[in-house]
């Protein structure tokens, strides 16, 4: 029996090409997706714990310090159980009243606290200066041990004008990045003493300014030979000769 | 005159490259794609990548400075209490500025923010908005003592080699003198480039080895770019590190080896990988396993020229041999650095019990999956690059026991054995250059787990680095059989393979791509 026949090899490698340009922009959609820059004065911690059971909601008003507001990086640990059990991010003014961005997650679903969660939203333009309010909402059917969100929590609220030594980098932390969160209510009973982990992240106008303020990131901490514009010719000479290779490959 | 002899041997070899290297017919133009396009991705990792950021990079780094200085820091341990109450209290796991570094290093991995690099994934650096980071300018402008602080200092040792340093850092301690009037981080990115050109012959002599092993001009270079691309080896050669200049001796050495499975000996061969060898060893320990693979590549043509393959299973001589070579040179060797293999052989299987389910861990970091970030897609790839690994394995087992077998076939199966039967000679050298690697460093591994009470060194995929071209080779023998088993004829399987090959090359680009802007990228600078 012929298995394998010489017949349409030029068809194939096409075909092969075709699902590699695909996955290529798969990639590149992943890497956009992940590209926003998170803002250097928050700074994320395992704090204290605190567990979201079935019905639960939290509130956290959070101030923004530049333009271009895109996505929001919270520490998550524990799991969805199953279809019936829903996590929702809310993005909402400084009242938590008008929604202005939601992402919903439903059925089996983990979380790691090694890594933030990413909330992405479209891009809001004009956010410099303005507070903003995270909402999460978690709605499961039973409760139990295991279906449980936790997230994070600190007391950077309290702390105007603190100086992170971190690095030998001194820095002055804004005052009230952060209020203190609530639990399920808008009373002031409900408000709690400390505040959730959290970290803005912004994106700026274009692809081509985004890619800039990357290039900006890259240069730092690097020779002369490694910054801005020759960054930009090295990045530049390896994408076209990415290209010339898979041609060359291609129709060897 | 020895000497002399010596250099002329090594000389003549080397132009001996560069002349197979021009015959190189009408491909000589992508195989200079191929390796420029590896050296400007290696150049854009080394630069994606922070300082002190690469596997033990510190240290090596701090070893080229140690060597390139003039004031040498003790380093025997005088007063150990005071040695082990500094190791307890002061040096921070995630700070390599508290670490026995020169004060430059420790200032730079300060000023330039490293415990970042060490700490928790979300732990991201202070940017500025200025192509210069936080307080970069005024500190390239300053001029920092290169002397250790802390004796002894923090070095990577060669317990083989002159002073227990090996010549990696030595040569790289001269690049570090003659850039010494310029600010760290332009002779450290220096340094990493040195690798990543280091990086463009090995694959060079890689592209000769496929060549060598029998493939054609199409499926070397399709393995070179297969090779070029996958991740973990990329990674690894954009590191200031000695495992470039083993990489690179190794795969000088196999390529001889090759040849010498090919062509016989010659006086000229002998010396060539006796040199090559023996600098692998002055390199790393790691090298040792060069001299097993020396002494079969001895038996092996011994055994050709006795004509002993008319002994019909012939084969097993020469491995019995090996093994046994293998086996006293492990003792010699143990004895000389004072590991009691007899006390210790009860551990050996405790060390196994724990050491071997540990092997896909190994496996998926030697190719490249880093594993950062809550997706699994790097891990996907692996998956299914596992999956056409273990087909090649069958077409391996399948080619070994037609080779074994009296058997007399017709048709395929026939074709399908004498294609082993061609190679088989190859596929042993290269299955005894794994095996030997693979012994070698589970020794080491085991000597330390013996030491320490638990694994400590572990076996992370880098140390199979050395063998990529290796392990390519013959999962590519594999490839060809099963294909050979599935096509019509000799020639419909080699256009199949190169389709296959380039099936394989778009996924490790793929991959390689996902890996660099999907996981490090995001974790340093998003």
Redesign the interface.
């Known amino acids: 029996m012929k298995v394998f026949s010489s017949r349409n090899f030029n068809k194939i490698k096409l075909f092969l090409l075709f699902v590699f340009v695909l996955a290529t922009l798969a990639v590149g959609l992943t890497f956009w997706r992940q590209f926003s820059f998170p803002d250097s004065d928050y700074k994320l911690e395992k704090g204290r714990r605190v567990e979201l059971g079935g019905g639960d909601r939290v509130e956290q008003v959070f101030w923004v310090s530049q333009d271009g507001l895109a996505a929001l990086e919270i520490l998550l640990s524990g799991m969805l159980e199953n279809e019936n059990t829903k996590l929702e991010f809310f993005l909402k003014d400084r009242n938590c009243q008008q929604v202005l961005a939601k992402r919903e997650i439903k059925g089996k679903r983990s979380f790691n606290s090694k890594y933030p969660y990413l909330f992405n939203f479209p891009r809001i333009k004009h956010s410099k200066n303005r507070y903003f309010c995270l909402e999460i909402e978690f709605t499961s059917e039973k409760s139990s041990k295991k279906n449980k969100i936790r997230f994070f929590v600190n007391n950077w609220f309290k702390g105007d004008n603190q100086r992170d030594e971190q690095n030998g980098v001194e820095r002055k932390v804004k005052e009230r990045l952060l209020k203190p969160y609530i639990l399920n209510g808008s009373s002031e009973k409900n408000k709690k003493k400390h505040s959730i982990f959290l970290r803005p992240r912004y994106r700026k106008v274009g692809i081509w300014r985004n890619i800039d303020e990357l290039n900006k990131r890259m240069s730092q901490y690097k020779p002369w030979f490694l910054k801005g514009k020759f960054l930009y010719l090295l990045t530049g000479v390896m994408f076209v000769l990415l290209v010339v290779e898979v041609g060359l490959l291609l129709f060897l | 005159m020895v000497i002399i002899e010596i250099i002329i041997v090594f000389w003549k070899n080397i132009c001996e490259v560069f002349v197979m290297f021009m015959k190189i017919g009408k ?1 000589r ?2 195989l200079v ?2 390796i ?2 590896f050296l ?2 290696g ?2 990792l080394a ?2 990548f ?2 002190f950021k690469g596997q033990d990079e510190s240290r090596h780094y701090n070893t080229v400075q140690y060597l390139a200085g003039a004031d040498k820091c003790e380093r025997t341990l005088k007063n150990k209490e005071e040695f082990d109450l500094y190791l307890k209290n002061e040096q921070k796991k995630d700070d390599l500025s508290t670490y026995r570094y020169s004060e430059e290093i420790k200032a730079t991995a ?7 690099i060490r700490g ?17 300018r005024e500190f390239k402008k300053r001029s920092f003592s290169k002397r250790q602080a802390v004796c002894p200092p923090d070095l990577a040792t060669n317990f083989l080699a002159k002073d227990h340093l090996g010549i990696y850092h030595r040569a790289m301690a001269k690049v570090e003198q003659l850039l010494g009037q ?2 760290i ?2 002779r ?3 340094l990493r480039f040195l690798s990543v050109v280091l990086g463009c012959f090995i694959l060079l002599f890689f592209y000769l080895m496929f060549r060598e092993v029998g493939f054609s001009e ?1 499926i070397s ?2 393995l070179t ?1 297969i090779v070029s691309f996958q991740p973990g080896f990329d990674i690894y050669l954009t590191n200031i590190n000695y495992d470039v200049f083993l990489i690179f001796f190794w795969a000088i050495f196999i390529w001889e080896g090759l040849r010498v499975v090919k062509y016989g000996w010659s006086l000229k061969r002998i010396l060539f990988l006796l040199i090559v060898g023996f600098l692998g060893i002055l390199t790393k320990p790691t090298a040792l396993a060069l001299i097993p693979v020396f002494v079969y590549l001895l038996i092996q043509t011994w055994f050709t020229r006795a004509s002993v393959k008319k002994l019909g299973k012939g084969w097993i001589l020469p491995v019995s041999a090996i093994v046994l070579f293998g086996v006293g040179l492990t003792f010699f060797v143990s004895g000389k650095i004072g590991f009691d293999i007899k006390k210790n052989f009860s551990s050996l299987f405790l060390y196994l019990s724990k050491s071997l389910p540990k092997i896909d861990g190994s496996s998926r970091s030697y190719w490249g999956l880093i594993g ?4 699994n ?1 790097s891990l996907y790839f692996v998956w299914l690059i596992w999956l056409l690994e273990w087909l090649a394995w069958g077409g391996l087992l399948v080619f070994a026991r037609l080779v074994l077998t009296k058997q007399k076939f017709s048709g395929k199966l026939n074709l399908v054995k004498d294609y082993a039967k061609a190679k088989w000679k190859i596929f042993l050298f290269l299955l005894v250059t794994i095996l030997s690697l693979q012994v070698t460093v589970r020794w080491a591994d085991w000597r330390v787990f013996v030491y320490g009470g638990k694994l400590l060194l572990g076996t992370p995929g880098r140390y199979w680095l050395p063998n990529m071209a290796v392990h390519f080779a013959l999962l590519a023998l594999g490839w060809q059989t099963v ?1 050979l088993l ?3 004829n000799k020639s ?1 399987a080699k ?2 393979l ?2 296959f090959l ?2 394989l ?2 996924l490790l ?2 991959y390689w ?2 890996e660099v ?2 996981v490090i ?2 974790r340093f ?2």
């Open positions: 491909y133009l992508v794609v191929i420029l396009s400007t991705r150049f854009f630069t994606v922070p300082i300060k000023n330039s923010q490293s415990t970042v928790k994934y979300y732990e991201k650096f202070l940017f500025t908005d200025d192509l210069d980071g936080m307080g970069e310029q600010n981080f332009v450290y990115y220096a199409k270079l399709l770019a950062w970030g809550q997706s897609i294909l599935l096509s019509q419909e256009k199949w190169e389709i380039l099936g090359f778009f680009a793929v791509s996902y802007f999907a990228i995001p600078y998003f």
